[in-house]
């Protein structure tokens, strides 16, 4: 009798540079070369992990790029990390802030989906253009509630959600892992909905039992030799 899978712990990296102005002084040569190395390296990483290229410049003044990562294995997942500033264009990145969470999917739906990289449900993540995302502590009066209140409160902000049809939301859970309790990014195909839904969520009464939900970073989806040329 085969033996049933079982999607292991799915790691999620949410690491955000900032372009040192050394690279912009380059020669054009040494430029392209530097990008193209970079991407060379980026490319033979990517056929074990999940990954997405942001675009920041302009919408945060302490990061340009977000790489968005994601590995079964949290030592793999680790090395390719450490390897986006070994070289071209990477040893000009300075790391501004880091994520690590992990998300748990419903394993008997997920696996009844078709699985990317052998352990990762198809079309879970980076489906849409843009992504707001930001960490979250919650308070101390958040674990004081009931079980059943805590899952009134949760359903209510569950509804709001729901209503925004091309919107995704996904929560990566950090205890033990990070300083924040979990990540939660929401992704959307427009803007618009992305800032009414957002707008929305904070009059929850849910969010009178968050005690951190900062920095937000407001992600746009781009392609990696797209985002490197409009930095340089």
């Known amino acids: 009798m085969e033996k049933a899978k079982k999607i292991n712990n799915i790691f999620s990296s949410f690491l955000f540079l900032r372009l040192d102005p050394k690279f912009r002084r380059l020669i054009s040569n040494e430029k392209i070369a530097a990008k193209q190395e970079f ?15 942001y675009m920041t410049t302009g919408l945060r003044a302490d990061a340009d ?10 030592e793999y997942l680790q090395d390719i990390c450490a390897k986006t500033f070994s070289v071209g264009v990477g040893r000009y990145f300075h790391a501004t802030h ?12 997920a696996l009844k989906r ?8 198809k079309d879970t993540f980076g489906r849409h253009k843009f992504m707001l995302l ?20 949760l359903t209510s902000r ?17 205890y033990g892992l990070d300083e924040q309790e ?14 009414f839904a957002t707008r929305e969520l ?9 005690a951190v939900d900062k920095p937000v970073f407001l992600c746009i989806g781009r392609d990696l030799r797209e985002i490197l040329d409009a930095l340089s």
């Open 202 to 210: 904070r009059e929850q009464r849910i969010k009178n039992y968050t």
């Open 65 to 74: 790029i977000l790489f968005w990562r994601i590995s079964d294995n949290l």
């Open 114 to 121: 078709e699985l990317e990289f052998g352990f990762l449900p």
């Open 158 to 174: 569950s509804a709001v959600i729901t209503r925004y049809k091309e919107i995704q939301e996904n929560f990566f859970q950090s």
């Open 39 to 53: 991407e060379n390296m980026v490319g033979a990483c990517q056929e074990k992990v999940f990954l997405r290229t």
């Open 134 to 153: 930001h960490p979250v502590v919650k308070s101390h009066l958040w674990y004081e509630l009931s079980e059943e209140e805590r899952q009134k409160l």
């Open 182 to 195: 979990m990540i939660v990014t929401r992704e959307a195909r427009h803007l618009d909905e992305l800032v």
């Open 98 to 109: 880091s994520y690590l969470g992990v998300y748990h999917p419903d394993e008997a739906a």
